[in-house]
């Protein structure tokens, strides 16, 4: 089969959580599949060269250089140019014969292509008020309603996920299918940092509570430092650091920390220092509104560190009963279950001997194997 994949995902920069879904699944999808041929759009002016994934025979990258507004116009009002076959025709091969979206994108699609969409949350039609006016012109362009109930497959990364597809946009429950991420191979590779060489580099303290995402509405961050700033016994006793890219409102989000008595915001991270600042943090806190998953409290439980996180949305699905779950609309809840992981000994140990047992249960091999079959039983 010829398989054309939207690429775009793998070039947003900063790295987000789709475009680490999107670069561990194709990782480990080429590594296990050497008998299918893969088309890899993208549009950028990165060399070809300096694309991933060039190892592989059965890959090729196909690079178009227009501007993306110019691109996203001519899709939203024209329909034109149905990536399909314009990949193909730019490949010099007749057709394709599965066009396999990561995420939402501005996409068109000939009716002859079979079309495979992962859909990795609905945050933009529950939470609108999450994203910016930029963000939301851009959610309703893409038309995700007109992708979603056109798709012949559809996958999502949760349970949660997969019933609000089918319950929005009564899409039927036998075309969404769910497949779970695994760890990040960043978190394994023998190029990961040290946690001795991550404390230096970021002149962290011997203990911490940690959050890491992107500093965004939907993470709750005035939550956690509401919660964090009502402790006496917090504030004297343990630092809380923040880590991330800035989203939607970030700026905010970052004179917040500043104002804020012992907590601080180190920037983004190298994906080779997460190891080290999940293994040095007493607990991860991750109070999040919404998600269509969570990779950081997958990536936390796999480092071994106890999470605390909302008991709303996908994130039940990823820690099971090896982390602590709050309402994230109660302070008064964060920041007890806050206290009781530095103070309780007992507690940080049973639910640390746990993180580790839930984290391996989440597979990229388990994963690529149920997206192969889907794309064999299309």
């Not at 996409?107 to 992962?118: E, F, G, R, V, W």
């Not at 990040?184 to 404390?199: F, R």
């Not at 989000?253 to 999940?278: C, N, P, S, W």
Request: proline fraction near 4%.
């Amino acid at each position: 089969m010829i398989i054309g994949i939207d690429a775009r995902p793998l070039l947003t920069i900063p790295k987000t959580g789709v475009g680490e879904f999107a670069y561990e699944l194709l990782s480990h999808l080429f590594v296990q599949d050497t008998k299918n041929t893969y088309l890899l759009f993208a549009n950028a002016f990165t060399e070809q060269d300096e694309m991933p994934f060039q190892e592989y025979a059965n890959v090729q990258w196909v690079i178009t250089r227009v501007p993306n507004k110019l691109l996203h116009l001519s899709i939203f009002l024209c329909g034109y140019p149905q990536l399909d076959r314009y990949v193909a025709n730019r490949a010099g091969v007749q057709s394709i014969d599965v066009w396999f979206s990561p995420n939402l994108q501005f996409t068109s699609c000939s009716k002859y292509t079979k079309h495979i969409l992962i859909v990795h949350d609905l945050s933009y039609y529950h939470y609108p008020s999450f994203f910016s006016y930029k963000g939301r012109i851009w959610h309703r362009a893409v038309r995700a309603k007109k992708q979603i109930t056109h798709a012949d497959v559809i996958i999502t990364p949760s349970q949660h996920t997969a019933r609000d597809v089918a319950d929005v946009y009564e899409v039927e429950k036998e075309r969404i299918h769910i497949v779970y991420p695994g760890v990040c191979s960043h978190l394994q590779s023998d190029q990961k940092h040290t946690v001795a060489e991550v404390i230096q580099t970021y002149n962290l303290p011997e203990t911490f509570l940690l959050f890491l995402g992107t500093l965004e509405p939907r993470k709750n961050i005035d939550g956690i430092l509401d919660a964090y700033r009502c402790s006496s016994y917090l504030k004297k006793k343990i630092p809380l650091i923040f880590a991330g890219s800035l989203g939607y409102k970030g700026s905010l989000y970052k004179a917040m920390i500043e104002q804020t008595e012992g907590a601080r915001y180190i920037g983004y991270v190298d994906e080779r220092d997460k190891h080290g600042l999940y293994a040095r943090a007493r607990a991860f806190v991750y109070p999040s509104l919404y998600e269509g998953f969570g990779l950081p409290v997958l990536e936390a439980l796999s480092c071994a560190t106890p999470v605390i996180t909302s008991h709303r949305t996908s994130l039940p699905e990823v820690v099971g009963d090896a982390g602590i779950l709050v309402n994230p609309y109660s302070v008064t809840e964060l920041q007890t279950r806050m206290e009781d992981i530095v103070h309780d000994d007992m507690l940080y140990s049973a639910v640390q001997e746990k993180a580790v047992e839930q984290a391996i249960r989440f597979s990229w091999d388990v994963a690529v194997r149920r997206c192969m079959e889907l794309i064999e039983h299309i």
